[in-house]
């Protein structure tokens, strides 16, 4: 009996299809410039949006802490991993986002999934908008509340669906920036029909945080609307150059996701270096980068407009739409040829 035969045949599907996944080995750090098996391309493709995984005061900050600190944390944050340096992290971010308490994931994914399930139950709705990361899915999937897609960033269909499920408990939980396209969540009518329909609002600010706002605070700085959503969710690995996720909410709510998220309570508690990394991370976004990266950002859609490109953007994500997987893949590898690494993201 052939145990791995259906993997063969889905993966030659797969390659069929051009949605085959492979990987580039990166021989240097992630900045503008990098190194791919000796030779040098331009990154068009990292979420560093500040360069910040390579900045030299990070680095520095790093290091110190490694020295005092050592190169893991030994244990789940309820056991021995909690360092001063993991509660330092969770005041400022608490401070960042202008909200009363914050807790750090391992990663952004493991947030999400912890977060939706922990906070729904059977009985509850998760409104969920339909290009909303996989991570939302994923913890919405977990939950035992009932899910109800939304159309993208569409209120009124939000408003109608809301009003078939009228009365219950639940989360209408969005992308703040959306991973693809992106585009911002209509925040401010997404607030307030979770207030006036009695559920929680969730944002997901990984692609929003250190890129939208005159200080990068996220998508409430961006629409002049601080502490207005109950849950800010985000990433340390994107804008601020590090590695996890975290959660800003009120106390009540971090303190029950500190005795209910299982990926929190589960999970060895990411390492203080990693820790002293985002800290660091997060005191160069506050020292004002921001301005420089929406600059580029429309020196590049500008560029872009004058080859004959329609795009825009008002994140730091622009997507140039091909339509077609094959040919994504051929213009990517055509771009590599003359020294350009960009990814070919297909469904």
Do not use: W
């Not at 009120?250 to 589960?266: E, H, Q, W």
């Amino acid at each position: 009996m052939d145990k791995t035969k259906r993997y063969s045949e889905q993966l030659k599907h797969l390659k069929d299809e051009s949605l085959y996944r492979t990987m580039h080995v990166i021989e240097s750090a992630q900045g503008s410039h990098i190194t791919i098996d000796g030779k040098e391309y331009v990154l068009f493709a990292s979420n560093s949006y500040l360069d910040l995984c390579n900045n030299e005061y990070v680095k520095e900050k790093t290091e110190t802490a490694l020295h005092t600190y050592g190169t893991g944390s030994g244990g789940s944050r309820l056991t021995t991993g909690t360092t001063a340096l993991h509660s330092e992290l969770e005041r400022r971010l608490a401070s960042f986002k202008k909200r009363e308490d914050a807790i750090v994931f391992n990663t952004g994914y493991m947030a999400n999934v912890g977060v939706i399930a922990a906070l729904t139950a059977k009985g509850d709705v998760i409104f969920s908008d339909e290009l909303n990361h996989a991570s939302i899915i994923d913890g919405c999937r977990l939950s035992k509340a009932e899910v109800v897609k939304y159309r993208h960033n569409d209120m009124e269909d939000l408003e109608e669906k809301l009003k078939l499920h009228k009365g219950k408990n639940g989360l209408i939980v969005s992308d703040g920036v959306f991973s693809m396209d992106g585009d911002i969540v209509n925040l401010p009518k997404l607030v307030r029909l979770a207030n006036e329909y009695g559920m929680l609002s969730m944002i997901d600010e990984a692609h929003a945080t250190g890129v939208l706002g005159a200080n990068g605070y996220g998508t409430e700085e961006y629409y002049g609307m601080e502490g207005v959503t109950d849950i800010v969710m985000g990433t340390l690995s994107k804008a601020v150059g590090s590695e996890g996720g975290f959660v800003c909410a009120d106390g009540t709510i971090v303190n029950y996701l500190r005795n209910k998220a299982r990926s929190f309570i589960f999970s060895t508690a990411l390492s203080p270096v990693t820790i002293a990394s985002a800290i660091a991370g997060l005191e160069c976004i506050m020292a004002d980068r921001v301005a420089a990266l929406r600059n580029n950002v429309q020196y590049f859609c500008d560029r872009l407009h004058a080859e004959g490109f329609d795009v825009q953007s008002d994140s730091a994500i622009i997507p140039v739409i091909v339509g077609d997987e094959q040919k994504a893949l051929a213009i990517s590898a055509k771009l590599m040829e003359h020294g350009y690494y960009i990814s070919a993201i297909r469904y």
